[in-house]
């Protein structure tokens, strides 16, 4: 047993190589079948490995499944804040920023779906879920803060307000494409977003 950064315990295996390729794999099981649905025999068939050693990997699971939700999504934290990296002017940066956010791949909205599912029901992972919305939201925030600091933003409301309306307004398209409402996000879904945060943040760009 472990105890995690967020105060819980959950047990943890060894495994290697192999067993990080297996985490693969169930998150594509579980973008296609659901927290719920997802069981160690539909991980065995998609992966080609034994039930058993799946149970020597994670333990149970539900720690293979919380694992994976995790993993995933971390990852998703780390690609927003590799983004970020690669711009020097705030603006461009935000709109970076928000087009990653807007163009999530279906697949990750729908494991963030089941991710926060999950961790309805989950002290540990409701715990991680809340680490990872502030993660989230930290390189928008550090951008709006850059660009309020070199004068070219002159925000109407706190930092932190405007960047949780705008995190928020992404989120809002989760459930509609995962439920296929939208087939996609329109042009001007994007304009809209842009345009209400530069009217927010009081710059032409």
């Not at 293979?64 to 461009?92: C, H």
Request: aromatic share 8%; no cysteine.
């Amino acid at each position: 047993m472990r105890k995690s950064s967020m105060g819980a315990t959950r047990s943890r295996r060894a495994g290697g190589a192999r067993r990080a390729q297996v985490l693969e794999h169930v998150v594509e099981v579980l973008s296609e079948r659901g927290y719920a649905a997802t069981r160690f025999t539909d991980v065995a068939q998609a992966s080609g490995v034994a039930v058993s050693t799946l149970q020597g990997y994670f333990g149970s699971r539900e720690d293979m499944l919380i694992e994976a939700l995790q993993g995933a999504t971390t990852g998703e934290v780390e690609v927003l804040a590799r983004l970020a990296d690669g711009f020097t002017d705030p603006w461009q940066q935000l709109v970076a920023l928000v087009d990653r956010g807007l163009s999530t791949p279906v697949p990750t909205w729908r494991m963030l779906m089941e991710f926060w599912t999950a961790a309805a029901h989950d002290p540990e992972l409701r715990d991680h879920a809340a680490v990872l919305a502030e993660q989230y939201r930290q390189p928008f925030r550090e951008t709006v803060q850059r660009g309020v600091d070199a004068g070219v933003f002159s925000p109407r409301s706190e930092v932190t307000a405007i960047v949780d309306v705008v995190v928020a307004t992404m989120d809002g398209f989760l459930y509609p494409l995962v439920l296929g409402h939208l087939t996609a996000l329109h042009p001007d879904h994007r304009a809209v977003v842009l345009d209400q945060l530069a009217f927010m943040l009081g710059t032409d760009s």
